[in-house]
């Protein structure tokens, strides 16, 4: 595959950004198998955002030649309360996250954080290392790479997160980082941090973030306001109603869909739009919505700014869009549930 090929795939979206792209023209041109990697908290149930869309940007980069990683972060996990921070838990639902991104990414490497500790023997000398070019209040300043702020309840291993996350980076060996934009902040600590310890510093790749189902709340977790509402709004695994499972049924995505966030005429901010652009028009060439003849007919949109415009317009209803976003995305997860039919996990 040639250059041009390789960086459309792995520009494409969801992809948002990359940090830099002359660093990533110079890697491609001198490394035939980059090393890359997506490091994950071991959470809830999977849904659109945590393994389609996220699977999506893997599978681009194992099509571009990469040699893809994903870390499931158990410590990572047990340090941000996550699962209880029962070990037993977390090590059950890692098996079920290597299933489904086996599945869905074949040919992706899984590495567990434990096994990383425990066979790189050097880890926390390296992580000392990094802590010494540090101040508390810079850790303190990334926290929202974990959903916290420095204002939060935090215990004393929360502040050692990112500094771990960091080292984590490096002992992989990375030659590119792989993240939604919610974890942003680190891959800069990287690129500010890595070069006074004369580390590798990697190209960094940023996707967007599917946004939940419910309208959109603005937490205020940081100083920039566009930020803080896609993080705040972003499809999560603590809230059911917002989010579309790789388990769900047809009925339950059809359900979650018709109660969706969806204003008329309104695109910005809208997440029935955004999941036709970034998972349903990934899939498929053409987005076809029936409806009858007194209502304007069938009508099929080969792309997304077409679409777009249309429904600003308010050419389109917004019970068309739902209910044909759920036929869409009952064909989509359907292949993956079945995968795990009778062996949900229980969290």
Not at 19 to 39: A, C, D, F, W
Not at 212 to 224: D, F, M
Not at 273 to 302: A, C, D, M, Q, V
Request: aromatic letters at 10%.
């Amino acid at each position: 595959m040639d250059l041009e090929s390789r960086l459309s795939l792995i520009t494409s979206e969801p992809t948002e950004e990359i940090v830099t792209m002359n660093e990533l023209k110079n890697l491609l041109q001198t490394t035939s198998r980059p090393k890359h990697y997506i490091g994950l908290e071991i959470s809830g149930k999977l849904h659109l955002g945590s393994l389609i869309l996220t699977g999506f940007k893997i599978n681009d980069l194992i099509k571009a030649n990469f040699n893809t990683t994903i870390f499931l972060a158990d410590w990572h996990t047990f340090i941000n309360n996550k699962l209880e921070g029962n070990w037993d838990k977390i090590n059950e639902i890692s098996k079920y996250y290597s299933d489904a991104f086996r599945f869905f990414c074949p040919g992706v490497n899984i590495v567990l954080g434990t096994t990383l500790y425990d066979e790189y023997k050097e880890y926390w000398k390296k992580f000392m290392q990094f802590c010494k070019h540090i101040t508390l209040s810079r850790i303190t300043r990334s926290l929202t790479i974990m959903g916290r702020s420095g204002n939060d309840q935090l215990d004393f291993s929360q502040f050692l997160y990112p500094a771990m996350q960091s080292t984590d980076i490096h002992a992989l060996d990375l030659d590119l980082v792989h993240s939604g934009t919610d974890q942003r902040k680190i891959h800069m600590l990287v690129r500010e941090i890595f070069p006074k310890l004369k580390w590798k510093v990697p190209v960094s790749l940023h996707h967007h973030l599917l946004p939940g189902l419910l309208e959109p709340v603005q937490l205020g977790l940081t100083e920039n306001s566009a930020e803080d509402l896609q993080i705040s709004s972003k499809m999560s695994k603590s809230k059911p109603m917002g989010g579309i499972f790789i388990h769900d049924d047809d009925k339950t995505i059809e359900t979650k869909i018709k109660k969706s966030f969806c204003p008329i005429g309104v695109s910005e901010n809208n997440p029935i739009l955004e999941i036709i652009r970034y998972i349903i028009f990934h899939n498929y060439k053409e987005f076809i919505i029936e409806r009858p003849s007194k209502y304007g007919g069938t009508i099929s949109y080969s792309n997304y700014v077409d679409l777009k415009q249309d429904y600003e317009k308010q050419n389109v209803h917004p019970q068309d869009l739902k209910e044909t976003t759920s036929k869409y995305l009952c064909k989509i997860i359907e292949p993956i549930r079945d995968h795990f039919k009778d062996r949900e996990p229980v969290f």
